[in-house]
């Protein structure tokens, strides 16, 4: 009878599985309120601090005079030069001021950095940009993503390795092949 039919409800794997691909799905596909094309951010230059080995620290923040989360990924409208120093940049730029968003070590041998968001550009300066105070934390590495991204990937592969724990659980006792 065609009225009479049992729905199997999906094993506690699978409905794991389905809650952390979801999660990823809203932790790393969910956009910006704002896209920074053309955006108001102004880079700023925190601080720099000398290193023991003559490399140096320079500390970058931004102000962001809107009252939207702005997104600009690194490239062309969001770039640190020399280019070899490319990279630990902010891509998302929350409302208000904020100093050290982030750091970049440099080399002994390079004098000068310069952030660039679109066309507002700052260069800290080795010798003639403000020193940081002793007690100065320097920012984590990093836009803040790397611990939503971790957790997203654990329960993922969490949610894999139940899954497949539970297709391969023996079934009752008797239940392999019929005997010969």
Not at 1 to 26: D, E, F, K, Q, Y
Not at 110 to 125: D, I, K, L, Y
Request: proline fraction near 11%; charge should be positive.
């Amino acid at each position: 009878m065609a009225g009479n039919r049992r729905h199997r409800r999906p094993s506690l794997g699978t409905r794991l599985a389905v809650t952390a691909a979801a999660g990823a799905v809203v932790v790393l596909g969910t956009p910006g309120v704002g896209s920074a094309a053309g955006g108001p951010m102004k880079p700023l230059v925190t601080c720099v601090l000398p290193v023991q080995d003559g490399s140096w620290t320079a500390v970058f923040g931004y102000e962001n005079p809107t009252p939207l989360t702005w997104d600009e990924s690194r490239g062309f409208d969001n770039e640190l030069t020399p280019a070899a120093l490319d990279g630990p940049q902010v891509t998302s730029f929350a409302p208000g001021t904020h100093h050290g968003a982030f750091s970049v070590r440099v080399p002994a041998s390079t004098p000068s950095v310069e952030w660039q968001v679109h066309s507002r550009s700052v260069t800290a300066s080795r010798d003639g940009s403000t020193r940081c105070p002793s007690e100065t934390e320097l920012p984590a590495d990093g836009n803040g993503l790397g611990a939503p991204m971790v957790l997203a990937a654990a329960g993922l592969v969490g949610a894999a390795s139940l899954a497949v724990s539970r297709r391969r659980r023996p079934g009752p006792p008797g239940a392999g092949a019929p005997p010969a």
